[in-house]
């Protein structure tokens, strides 16, 4: 069993950058791929970037050049930095988990944290 928790929302203008935490609970950490979604409002959630237990990272070409995943084993803890950010880029934030291999799609993951807000005003 896994829980996620994560942190770093907030509201930002357009151009600027935030930074979003996922603290995991758990030893077996750095054996889980990890990943990042999104659902703005109204919208279905969708695969944002993620990243292999060998940090290898695979993001959406929507945010391509624009975010980075990264992950600290030590801490248990995966980061999305994300810069240029857009309005198009408000929604609310989630964190997953899964083990095997990375994929793209919500269904594939086992578990989730609760969210956070990111509102990128024009």
């Known amino acids: 069993q896994v829980q996620l928790v994560e942190s770093g929302g907030g509201l930002v203008q357009a151009g600027g950058s935030l930074r979003l935490s996922c603290a995991a609970s758990?030893?077996?950490?750095?054996?889980?791929?990890m990943a990042w979604f999104r659902q703005a409002p109204g919208k279905a959630r969708e695969f944002v970037i993620g990243?292999?237990?060998?940090?290898?990272?695979s993001p959406a070409d929507s945010v391509k050049g624009r975010f980075t995943i990264s992950r600290d084993n030590a801490k248990n803890t995966v980061y999305l930095q994300m810069n240029s950010l857009k309005p198009e880029d408000t929604a609310v934030y989630y964190c997953?988990?899964?083990?095997?291999?990375?994929?793209?799609?919500?269904?594939?993951?086992?578990?989730w944290g609760q969210g956070t807000q990111v509102t990128v005003s024009s």
């Open positions: 758990g030893r077996t950490f750095s054996s889980y791929v």
């Open positions: 997953a988990a899964r083990s095997g291999t990375l994929r793209l799609g919500v269904s594939a993951y086992d578990y």
């Open positions: 990243i292999t237990r060998n940090s290898d990272t």
